[in-house]
């Protein structure tokens, strides 16, 4: 019996622990899940959907976090950036410019808010390089409802007409909504005007964001 309670409660904590991770293209810290990239000895991290700006949670446009997820105190280049502890001197993908490329995204936490795909033409990736990428659904910003169970996201992106690199990067941008916050203009915000003063709602101001960078190389 105790043997069985001390189960659930694994099973349980994983499930509040886990949050969003990047397979497809294979992200820099998720590189280690694949037998192909074996040959690189990746760093294996069991929190590779945990890059989560070491949850400082995030207004919409912030910049209190690693480009890639990482902790943004930390000295650069950060683990999950380009030289970066994580990363190898590899393309995991090669694509052609202006392929609809496959995304595959894994979250175990129903979190609400949504994901974003982003692409930087060098590396390098700045902030200011990252590019929002159409997604499957015809939008840049693909919704995920609050309280529905595990996410298996497997969606598309369009990468830009005319644009090749050797180097070249994919981020994934998650944030929730799971959050009460003073309203502002997050497209997550369901701000109740009447909850009163300043008003706030689910989904506004900070919120759990989590991030993952992959190499890819476009001719
Ligand atoms: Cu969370």
Redo the contacts with the bound molecule.
Sequence with gaps: MRAVTLFFCALALATVEG?MRMLEPPSRTSMWRFEEFAYLNPEQTATDDEFWCANIRQFESDERCGICGDPVADPTPRAAEYRGRFWRDVSVRTFTAGQTIPIHLESY?P?GGGVEVHFCDTVPETEGCFRKLVLGNGDTFWPMRLGDGDFDIQTTAKLPDGVTCEHCVIRMHYR?AQHWGNCDSSRTCECDPNSGNPPGGMGCSEQ?TFRACADITIR
């Design positions: 949050h936490a979190h929730g759990q």
